[in-house]
């Protein structure tokens, strides 16, 4: 997700290294001293103007939470919605880094839970190593995340999540509660993105997916 350009973005990013960690990989192994707590921690990947990682924390203050944007003048607006709290969000931090490269970021086992939520469904088959569940990622996030640790999907794109389940299971992850429609049924904790109130208000069906690794 891009934004228009925002000049004070980078200041208001400066100024707040307490949320927009400026150099997370001095923090890899260490982001339970970070959060002050021995509690889960789960990562969103391409988290937009962060709707979605805000509600998460917010709704769960017991589990720690990370937001990875690479985009200044969008992950700025998931920063303002943590100052806009009163007190902040504890719980949550946010990265303005590329996600590919999160094991610079996170050990071994240190991610319980991964979320993709609206990625680029990337439609060229020229173009498929550049989905997020393509092979060579789902082999990236096995390298934080920890023996069943799950990856949780949402998209609007039928393409990309028969795609992705496809993808997954030729993998040898477990696929669990696929929905075809997340809408019809609306589960109570649900949390939607940007993205998604907008297609959901269209009529548009939303995809949702969790998988879990076997080993």
Known sequence: MRARYKPWAAELIEAHPEILIPEPATLKGKWQEEFGNSNPLHIEAGSGKGRFITGLALANPDINYIGIELF???IVMALQTVLEQEGGIP??????????????FFEKNEVDRMYLNFSDPWPKTRHAKR?????????????????????????????????????????????????????????????????????????QPIYRMEAQYNS
């Open 72 to 74: 200044d003048s969008v």
């Open 91 to 104: 719980n949550l931090r946010l990265l303005r880094v590329n996600a590919q490269e999160m094991e610079s």
């Open 131 to 203: 989905r997020l569940t393509h092979e060579s990622f789902l082999r990236l996030y096995e390298t934080v995340l920890p023996k069943n640790g799950e990856i949780h999907f949402k998209t609007d794109n039928r393409g990309l999540f028969e795609y992705s389940l496809t993808s997954i299971s030729e993998y040898g992850m477990l696929l669990k509660d696929v929905s075809l429609d997340l809408h019809a049924n609306e589960p109570e904790w649900n949390i939607m993105t940007e993205y998604e109130e907008k297609f959901m208000k269209k009529g």
